[in-house]
């Protein structure tokens, strides 16, 4: 069983850039397909940006396309989002989960099919 641990949140001005990083103990994250999430209060979850658990594939909410990039690095067992020019809308709590598929190229969209979740991270950018 994988554990997450999110952090690089904070708060950033309009057209600023965070890099959030996932950190994984108790498995690999190559074994996974893994998500990044946020959520602001009042408001379902929502997918922002995926990576297949072969690493090659990328799925990313049309809010964010051309804005974030996701990664993973092997050696560190960590997957990152970095977030460039940065909204007051993409200010939420955002949360990297894992999805235990077999497939190599799926990419989740829906949070109910993540299977672990780390604590999230508060980004807040001002404007």
């Known amino acids: 069983q994988v554990q997450l641990v999110e952090s690089g949140g904070g708060l950033v001005q309009a057209g600023g850039s965070l890099r959030l990083s996932c950190a994984a103990s108790?498995?690999?994250?190559?074994?996974?397909?893994m998500g990044w999430f946020r959520q602001v209060p009042g408001k379902e979850r929502e997918f922002v940006a995926g990576?297949?658990?072969?690493?090659?594939?990328?799925a990313y909410a049309d809010s964010v396309k051309g804005r974030f990039t996701i990664s993973r690095d092997n050696a560190k067992n960590t997957v990152d989002l970095q977030m460039d020019s940065l909204k007051p809308e993409d200010t939420a709590v955002y949360f990297c989960?894992?999805?235990?598929?077999?497939?190599?190229?799926?990419?989740?969209?829906?949070?109910?099919?993540?299977?672990?979740w780390g604590q999230g991270t508060q980004v807040t950018v001002s404007s």
């Open positions: 989960a894992a999805d235990r598929t077999r497939s190599l190229v799926i990419i989740r969209t829906l949070g109910l099919e993540y299977d672990y």
């Open positions: 990576l297949s658990r072969s690493g090659g594939g990328r």
């Open positions: 108790g498995d690999t994250v190559s074994t996974y397909a």
